[in-house]
């Protein structure tokens, strides 16, 4: 029994550091045209069963996952010329549908709590939404600008700077009396990509809001950005993974630096890997630890969660971490469950907005690096 037993330890000791190799893509980024094609599918249909359930478990989740398909058709479109009017259709669809949706309820994305009390900031506006509808329509200016949306992106931006001006600490509210750095910071990426579009220049106030935060919105401890804050600039929670991950790739096109610095903190304090696998805590080691709808479930002991595991492959991309993107996209190949048929590839434990993340992160880069050219705008007429 204990040569048995023995044997067994042994097997197990020589088959845990090689059972990744079976789930180890050759290179994640051929994943993409797969989840491409499921995600268009999903993008051209009006409505359907899993948008209806990813509205129902969380109305943000819907509005994400819309900004993140644009986000990846916009960089498909400037990746593949030759598809760019086959990946515009996908973009102009969705741009049209949350516009549509926003005008028949202007809290249809938000969640029920929106109600609880009055916004502090007197136009009573969410910059979430109009982060998000602000950074869709800056990226598809970016790729070939159209005349129609060029007043509706210069409104929304004037509407996204009023709300940050007036905060008294330049981070504005999502939420009655509650700001969150993800919101703030794709805010800032729309005022980095309009400026690109249109030629105006917010250079000022996003320098203005990297000194605040720096001021206001950092965890002495750990050095990161804090989660979400008051009105006033109170720090409600501390760092999390699934706002820095985004926070930091959103920084790159404000300060490189600074967004590089997070990146590298992030992944000291939340980052795991073993045996060719990788996944991201949610908080750090010293940080009081729950689980939230926007988290999602951690594991214990290793503490994996999925919404940080989920984000870090954006962050892995962007900052050029192809070891860490291959270990994320591995665990998510092991335990994600990974599903191909006519329509595509989806990721069974997942949804739309997760399929739509991961898309994003296999191909990002061309949008980014559109909006950092001081001459894009010509060059792109």
Not at 142 to 163: C, N, S, W
Not at 184 to 193: E, F, K, P, Q, W
Request: proline letters at 6%.
């Amino acid at each position: 029994m204990r040569r048995k037993l023995l044997l067994l330890l042994l097997a197990t000791a020589v088959w845990l550091p090689m059972i990744h190799l079976a789930f180890r893509p050759g290179d994640p980024r051929e994943l993409a045209p797969d989840l491409a094609a499921r995600l268009r599918e999903l993008a051209l249909r009006d409505e359907g069963p899993e948008r209806v359930l990813l509205r129902r478990n969380n109305p943000e989740w819907d509005l994400m996952a819309r900004t993140f398909s644009v986000l990846s058709f916009a960089n498909l479109a400037l990746k593949e010329p030759e598809r760019k009017a086959e990946h515009l259709a996908v973009i102009d669809t969705l741009l049209s549908r949350t516009l549509r949706d926003e005008r028949l309820a202007d809290d249809v994305f938000l969640l029920p709590y929106v109600h609880r009390a009055p916004f502090h900031d007197v136009r009573g506006r969410s910059l979430f939404i109009d982060g998000e509808l602000a950074l869709m329509l800056a990226a598809r200016q970016l790729v070939e600008p159209r005349a129609d949306l060029a007043p509706l992106l210069r409104e929304r931006i004037d509407t996204v700077t009023g709300q940050l001006e007036r905060a008294p600490v330049l981070a504005a509210e999502s939420y009655p009396d509650e700001g969150w750095t993800f919101c703030n910071t794709v805010a800032l990426a729309a005022l980095r990509l309009s400026d690109t579009a249109d030629g105006r220049d917010h250079s000022e106030l996003r320098r203005r809001w990297l000194e605040s935060a720096r001021e206001h919105l950092m965890d002495a401890r750990t050095g990161l950005l804090v989660s979400s804050f008051t009105f006033h600039g109170t720090t409600r929670d501390g760092p999390e993974g699934s706002t820095l991950w985004l926070a930091a790739h959103m920084l790159q096109v404000v300060d490189p630096d600074f967004a590089q610095d997070q990146y590298q903190r992030a992944r000291r304090e939340l980052m795991g890997e073993l045996f060719g696998f990788a996944w991201a805590a949610e908080w750090p080691e010293s940080s009081s630890r729950y689980e939230d709808i926007d988290s999602g479930p951690t594991i214990p002991w290793v503490h994996a969660n999925a919404g940080s595991s989920g984000l870090a492959l954006v962050g892995a991309a962007a900052f050029d971490d192809e070891s860490l993107l291959e270990g994320l996209v591995t665990s998510l190949r092991f335990a994600a469950f990974p599903v191909t048929d006519d329509t595509g590839l989806r990721f069974a434990a997942g949804n739309p907005l997760a399929d739509a993340v991961l898309l994003y992160s296999l191909v990002e880069g061309p949008l980014w690096q559109r909006a950092l050219e001081p001459r894009a705008k010509e060059a792109h007429r």
